[in-house]
């Protein structure tokens, strides 16, 4: 029996058991007073379109978030984009508008830049070193290369890195490295966008990168108080300034909340309760 009050979101993606975001949700749904439900469904290879549709052919089902490896992907399966996911190729919010419309947003750009703020970790001018050219990464370029940053992107598979930084390159400063010329750089802001944390390892960059001036900021986050594998990296190799993505997290999130219920949440309050919750 469906409670009329109710709303039902959904996460698809493949793995989704390490999400936060329900824990958030919950959070988020006392805040608003709106009783809405957040489930993960993971999303096996070729099977998106199909649990997408019968998700959403549901009556109270209003939305859905995207993740791994999915963001780009869906694109194909979406009635209607926001200009800011058109820009960005990329998607990590589902709206459903009326029956059998969906609408496309990606709230990742606007909640990394939010976060970086809220950490004073986003200068004017700064070398920003990006790794990672999935989902993720399509996501927070435009509003990272809108602060006026050169942004330099780095991936494991090298062309990938070539065409993100193509895309984009009409926008602002923005370049690829080769694994032989990342050596020569400095960045004041380093980026791990990868999902390699989802797996325990850590991107292959060189060590001479970081300094212990170099500002690290990890899109993926641990529970029970642990360290990201490449935070641990990077405190290893001497960076002070290290951060997860806890307040990504929250704040992305929060811009979702916004898109589905007209209603924004608070980011701290719920940094705050997020991290006791988890025990971080
Ligand atoms: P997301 O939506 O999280 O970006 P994705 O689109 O599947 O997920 O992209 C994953 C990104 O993490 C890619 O840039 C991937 O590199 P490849 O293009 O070479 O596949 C990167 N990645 C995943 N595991 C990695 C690892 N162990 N080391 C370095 N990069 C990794």
Redesign the pocket.
């Known amino acids: 029996m469906v409670d009329l009050d109710n709303f039902y979101i959904s996460l698809f993606g493949n793995p989704v058991s390490h999400s936060l975001s329900p824990v958030v949700h919950k959070i988020f749904s006392k805040q608003i007073n709106i009783k809405y439900f957040y489930k993960t469904v993971l999303t096996p290879k070729n099977c998106l379109n199909i649990f997408l549709k019968k998700f959403f052919k549901e009556k109270y089902n209003l939305g859905a978030n995207i993740?791994?490896?999915?963001?780009?992907k869906i694109i194909q399966h979406i009635d209607i984009l926001t200009n800011r996911a058109k820009i960005c190729g990329?998607v990590n919010t589902l709206k459903k508008i009326e029956d059998n419309v969906l609408l496309g947003d990606n709230t990742d750009g606007i909640g990394i830049i939010a976060d970086l703020k809220r950490l004073n970790f986003l200068k004017e001018k700064n070398n920003i070193l990006l790794?990672?050219?999935?989902?993720?990464?399509y996501g927070i370029v435009p509003n990272l290369i809108s602060k006026n940053n050169n942004i330099y992107i780095y991936?494991?598979?090298f062309y990938?890195a070539k065409i993100l930084s193509e895309k984009f390159n009409k926008f602002g400063n923005i370049f690829y490295l080769k694994n032989k010329t990342i050596k020569n750089y400095n960045f004041d802001l380093i980026i791990n966008?990868?999902?390699?944390g989802v797996?325990n390892?850590?991107?292959?960059i060189p060590k001479s990168i970081i300094s212990e001036n170099s500002y690290c900021y990890d899109l993926c986050f641990k529970k029970n108080g642990r360290i990201t594998p490449f935070l641990k990296w990077c405190k290893k190799h001497g960076s002070n300034y290290l951060q997860d993505g806890i307040g990504m997290l929250v704040c992305q999130a929060a811009h979702s909340c916004f898109l589905w219920f007209k209603k924004f949440p608070n980011i701290k309050k719920t940094i705050i309760k997020l991290k006791n919750k988890i025990k971080i």
């Open positions: 993740t791994l490896p999915y963001k780009k990329s790794i990672g050219a999935g989902g993720a990464a991936n494991r598979t990938k966008a990868t999902s390699s797996f390892q850590v991107p292959d």
